[in-house]
């Protein structure tokens, strides 16, 4: 298992979804609601496969903020202890 993150789909990968292109003349705005609303649908039914796969990693920031709260309590030790 890698730690490499492929993103779902490359950027302007296909014009015809409209997710990086104007909203053609015979959309409305309620169209585009519609498509931006299923594609968000998709994007996290397919995080919720990846994490049931075991694909779920930890944010960084969380991991970054864990070992501060280790080495601040470690450092009140000995300063205080």
């Known amino acids: 298992m890698t730690s490499e993150?492929?993103?779902d789909r490359a950027p302007n990968s296909d014009p015809e979804?409209?997710?990086t292109a104007a909203p053609e003349a015979g959309h409305s705005p309620d169209d585009v609601r519609v498509g931006r609303l299923q594609?968000?649908?998709?994007?996290?039914a397919a995080e919720i496969e990846r994490n049931r796969?075991?694909?779920?990693s930890v944010p960084t920031w969380v991991?970054?903020?864990a070992l501060v709260?280790?080495?601040a309590g470690w450092a009140a030790l000995i300063i205080f202890g």
């Open 39 to 44: 594609r968000r649908r998709e994007k996290i």
């Open 69 to 71: 709260v280790i080495i």
């Open 53 to 56: 796969r075991g694909e779920y």
């Open 5 to 7: 993150r492929t993103p």
């Open 63 to 65: 991991l970054a903020a």
């Open 17 to 19: 979804d409209g997710a």
